[in-house]
């Protein structure tokens, strides 16, 4: 009988041996959300150092570089890693390790197997021969223009990301270059695409993170054309309430029902409000602070026997900065318990993971439907963090209000089209969550 694990190890197996034989310059592997990107990169990256050839890794920001370099460097204890970094860089816990040498000069990491550092360092580094060996993770995060700057360092590259989540971000408005094929306000692993049709990027077929009560929604609403499954049975994951409360309040309501089926919806009554919506932002921090209060366990393949829910385990999104510091405002008056409980934006959030999240919707309470609230992919990392169950919170209406607002932007010829777009996700998503639906009480 073939395991979850099976499957995750013949992909991985394939990914390799595509990347060491091909003969293209690069392969790409799409991931959906918790499929193990960071295990794929830390092994090719082991393989490759440990055959005795030089590999370098690219990631996009400073806290990725890291990670990488931590699990690496523990992975291949008996080899050196270089850190690659900015000047202004200060070594982080995690790569003060014996064998791991940090500089912001590339010549003090010669005698490295490994040297990782972000995209923006590498683009402005410059060497007379190229690497035989370049992975570049998160790659849909990584802009095309990017790619550009530092392709040539590299003889061949894996390009691993989750196709799903946000685009590049760019303050410069990028409506100038729509359409063009080398469009750099594009992902690099889009224009890869687009000008290497003969490049079929590989899929990591499972999810270690979502349980199965989420797996099938985020793969419907998100990835309509890459089909994964959880990497994990019904059985093995769960959660329970040991404290029920004095009195039972919607809130409990929708925990109660998070934790029997991993989905719940707070639904507050129809209002146009601002963006700091104060019921809102008051219903996601009791939720979040109430899951403590219940003394919320969790049960998983980590811990069969269960274990307490702590604060750092939980997760409260938005799509603004101003409704985090609200939140945050907002259970700091919630006293001591909440201390820890993680508030941020849906692009901050990408790539972690946490036990439960309370989502506030990025439609709830608005009078439009702008191009940013239904960008697919700000909806897809918010929807995609947790491991039990995610709770979102927003006001009645939000179906009526994609069917007053279809997308509107502006077509341009030959742009590429991404799809599910965001109105489509939305619906998707939305109808799942009606039946998961507790109302408000007053």
């Given at each position: 009988?073939?395991?979850?694990?099976?499957?995750?190890?013949?992909?991985?197996?394939?990914?390799?041996?595509?990347?060491?034989?091909?003969?293209?310059?690069?392969?790409?592997?799409?991931?959906?959300?918790?499929?193990?990107?960071?295990?794929?990169?830390?092994?090719?990256?082991?393989?490759?150092?440990?055959?005795?050839?030089?590999?370098?890794?690219?990631?996009?920001?400073?806290?990725?570089?890291?990670?990488?370099?931590n699990k690496i460097a523990r992975q291949l204890p008996g080899h050196a890693i270089g850190r690659l970094s900015g000047e202004d860089y200060t070594p982080t816990p995690p790569v003060q390790l014996p064998n791991v040498t940090v500089s912001n000069r590339l010549n003090d990491?010669?005698?490295?197997?490994?040297?990782?550092?972000?995209?923006?360092?590498?683009?402005?580094?410059?060497?007379?021969?190229?690497?035989?060996?370049?992975?570049?993770?998160?790659?849909?995060?990584?802009?095309?223009?990017?790619?550009?700057?530092?392709?040539?360092?590299?003889?061949?590259?894996?390009?691993?990301?989750?196709?799903?989540?946000?685009?590049?971000?760019?303050?410069?408005?990028?409506?100038?270059?729509?359409?063009?094929?080398?469009?750099?306000?594009?992902?690099?692993?889009?224009?890869?695409?687009?000008?290497?049709?003969?490049?079929?990027?590989?899929?990591?077929?499972?999810?270690?993170?979502?349980?199965?009560?989420?797996?099938?929604?985020?793969?419907?609403?998100?990835?309509?054309?890459?089909?994964?499954?959880?990497?994990?049975?019904?059985?093995?994951?769960?959660?329970?309430?040991?404290?029920?409360?004095?009195?039972?309040?919607?809130?409990?309501?929708?925990?109660?029902?998070?934790?029997?089926?991993?989905?719940?919806?707070?639904?507050?009554?129809?209002?146009?409000?601002?963006?700091?919506?104060?019921?809102?932002?008051?219903?996601?921090?009791?939720?979040?602070?109430?899951?403590?209060?219940?003394?919320?366990?969790?049960?998983?393949?980590?811990?069969?026997?269960?274990?307490?829910?702590?604060?750092?385990?939980?997760?409260?999104?938005?799509?603004?900065?101003?409704?985090?510091?609200?939140?945050?405002?907002?259970?700091?008056?919630?006293?001591?318990?909440?201390?820890?409980?993680?508030?941020?934006?849906?692009?901050?959030?990408?790539?972690?993971?946490?036990?439960?999240?309370?989502?506030?919707?990025?439609?709830?309470?608005?009078?439009?439907?702008?191009?940013?609230?239904?960008?697919?992919?700000?909806?897809?990392?918010?929807?995609?963090?947790?491991?039990?169950?995610?709770?979102?919170?927003?006001?009645?209406?939000?179906?009526?209000?994609?069917?007053?607002?279809?997308?509107?932007?502006?077509?341009?010829?030959?742009?590429?089209?991404?799809?599910?777009?965001?109105?489509?996700?939305?619906?998707?998503?939305?109808?799942?969550?009606?039946?998961?639906?507790?109302?408000?009480?007053?």
């Amino acid at each position: 009988m073939t395991t979850p694990r099976d499957l995750a190890e013949a992909a991985t197996t394939a990914i390799i041996r595509d990347f060491t034989t091909t003969i293209r310059r690069g392969v790409v592997v799409d991931s959906p959300p918790g499929a193990g990107k960071s295990t794929l990169v830390v092994r090719v990256a082991a393989e490759i150092a440990a055959a005795g050839e030089p590999i370098m890794v690219v990631a996009q920001t400073n806290a990725q570089v890291d990670d990488l370099v931590n699990k690496i460097a523990r992975q291949l204890p008996g080899h050196a890693i270089g850190r690659l970094s900015g000047e202004d860089y200060t070594p982080t816990p995690p790569v003060q390790l014996p064998n791991v040498t940090v500089s912001n000069r590339l010549n003090d990491l010669s005698r490295c197997q490994v040297v990782v550092g972000t995209a923006a360092k590498w683009s402005r580094c410059e060497s007379p021969t190229q690497w035989p060996w370049a992975i570049v993770d998160e790659a849909y995060q990584m802009r095309s223009d990017m790619l550009l700057l530092i392709a040539p360092l590299f003889e061949r590259m894996l390009f691993v990301g989750d196709p799903g989540q946000l685009d590049p971000f760019s303050t410069v408005d990028g409506e100038r270059w729509a359409g063009l094929a080398w469009d750099p306000m594009q992902s690099a692993v889009a224009v890869l695409l687009r000008n290497n049709p003969d490049i079929q990027p590989h899929r990591l077929p499972l999810s270690w993170r979502l349980p199965p009560s989420a797996t099938p929604v985020v793969q419907r609403a998100f990835y309509p054309f890459s089909p994964f499954g959880p990497g994990t049975d019904p059985a093995t994951r769960g959660l329970s309430m040991p404290v029920p409360g004095i009195r039972r309040t919607a809130a409990d309501e929708v925990i109660s029902l998070a934790a029997r089926t991993g989905w719940g919806f707070y639904e507050l009554p129809h209002r146009n409000t601002v963006r700091t919506d104060e019921e809102a932002v008051a219903a996601t921090a009791d939720i979040a602070v109430r899951l403590l209060q219940r003394g919320t366990e969790t049960f998983c393949e980590d811990a069969p026997n269960g274990r307490r829910l702590a604060p750092g385990r939980i997760a409260i999104g938005a799509v603004h900065r101003a409704q985090v510091a609200a939140i945050n405002q907002q259970l700091r008056g919630l006293g001591d318990i909440a201390t820890g409980i993680r508030v941020d934006t849906a692009n901050r959030l990408q790539g972690a993971e946490f036990d439960i999240t309370v989502v506030l919707h990025p439609l709830s309470g608005r009078i439009d439907a702008t191009a940013f609230h239904l960008e697919s992919g700000r909806l897809c990392v918010l929807a995609s963090r947790h491991r039990h169950a995610c709770i979102v919170v927003g006001r009645r209406g939000i179906p009526e209000l994609l069917d007053a607002h279809p997308s509107t932007e502006p077509m341009h010829l030959n742009a590429l089209i991404k799809f599910p777009d965001g109105w489509e996700a939305n619906q998707a998503v939305l109808a799942h969550l009606a039946e998961h639906r507790v109302p408000a009480t007053p």
